[in-house]
Each structure stands twice: as C-alpha cells, then as structure tokens.
C-alpha cells in the first residue's frame, strides 16, 4: 500500500552536509512514525533517527546526535534527514521505514514498509 521513496543521497567529502528526503508516493494514511536506518558493508542495519507523527518527538542514534536533524513536512508526505559534518563513518545505504503503531522505535524489525534505499559515501 505505502510506497516510500528516497533521494538526497550521493558522494560527498567529509565536513560537508546533505539531506536526504523520504517521500511517502501514496499519500497517508493514520498515525505513524518514520524513522531512518542505515547498513554498512558487513554491519547490520542501524539505527539513525526516527519521528512520530506528531513531529514533535524525534530520537537519534548517539553516533549522529547532534549532527544530524529528522523532520516531517506533512503537507508534503515528506520526512527529511538533514545530515551535517559528515565522516567517513557515515557512508552506508541509507533506508527510510515507517510503522503503523506511531512508536519510532529503534528496531528494524518494528517497520513494515522500507524505501529503496540511498547510498551516501563519505571520502575523506
């Protein structure tokens, strides 16, 4: 029923910023929450960030605390992940996921629908 659909990513050099769009294509439907993850070669996939759908009730992985920003354009079915001082680190394919209980938890598990995913490399 959802289909979600990443952009924003691509080649960047460490200390740069991007931000990277989760569009859900169909429109909404109810209360969930959106949250972002992402895998490296050889890693499981990791939690980054994640929002509720009242916007106001964001989480973030230590690792990007600070540094990185989740937010919801409701209006345009949109999430956004703002990512700055980018590091080596950071370069996995980046997921967007929703779930359909408005938790935003940090599981994978707990997501029932997945973009396409976003690879975003960091050179140093």
């Known amino acids: 029923q959802v289909q979600l659909v990443e952009s924003g990513g691509g080649l960047v050099r460490a200390g740069d910023s991007l931000r990277l769009s989760c569009a859900a294509s169909?429109?909404?439907?109810?209360?969930?929450?959106t949250a972002w993850f992402r895998q490296a070669p050889g890693k499981g996939r990791e939690f980054v960030a994640s929002?509720?759908?009242?916007?106001?009730?964001?989480y973030y992985a230590t690792s990007v605390q600070g540094r990185f920003t989740i937010s919801r354009d409701s209006t345009k079915n949109t999430v956004y992940l703002q990512m700055n001082s980018l590091s080596t680190e950071d370069t996995a394919v980046y997921y967007c996921?929703?779930?359909?209980?408005?938790?935003?938890?940090?599981?994978?598990?707990?997501?029932?629908?997945w973009g396409q995913g976003t690879q975003i490399t960091v050179s140093s």
């Open positions: 996921g929703e779930d359909s209980f408005d938790s935003g938890s940090y599981a994978a598990d707990e997501y029932k629908y």
């Open positions: 169909v429109g909404t439907t109810g209360r969930y929450a």
């Open positions: 929002i509720r759908w009242s916007g106001s009730r964001t």
